[in-house]
Nanobody, 127 residues
């Protein structure tokens, strides 16, 4: 059974940092590109970051580039999102996602490209 379990969300002041983690199981983690998205009520799920299945390629959404960093550990089957210089507009539910990738450097930014999703973790940034 495929599972993606996010953790690390919480309440932080503007300017602070949080590190989200996603633990994957039930599939061959190293065969999948991973992504992070976020969503606020009433809005579309927004792409945040993606990393290729071997970790050599990454890509970020414009709203977080330079502040957030995605990384993965294929031994531990985890993907992390380090979030620095947080802003109130970063407040959202953050989701981990996975998509099988044939090309080792393949990265994916569209929500519909991903096969598996976690349940999400809430991040709240106070001003």
């Amino acid at each position: 059974q495929v599972q993606l379990v996010e953790s690390g969300g919480g309440l932080v002041q503007a300017g602070g940092s949080l590190r989200l983690s996603c633990a994957a199981s039930g599939f061959t983690f190293s065969s999948y590109a991973m992504g992070w998205f976020r969503q606020v009520p009433g809005k579309e799920r927004e792409f945040i970051a993606t990393i290729s299945r071997i970790g050599g390629s990454t890509y970020y959404g414009a709203s977080v580039k330079g502040r957030f960093t995605i990384a993965r550990d294929n031994w531990k089957n985890t993907v992390a999102l380090q979030m620095n210089s947080l802003k109130p507009e970063d407040t959202a539910v953050y989701y981990c996602s996975a998509r099988r990738a044939i090309i080792p450097t393949g990265i994916f930014t569209a929500r519909d490209e991903y096969e598996y999703w976690g349940q999400g973790t809430q991040v709240t940034v106070s001003s």
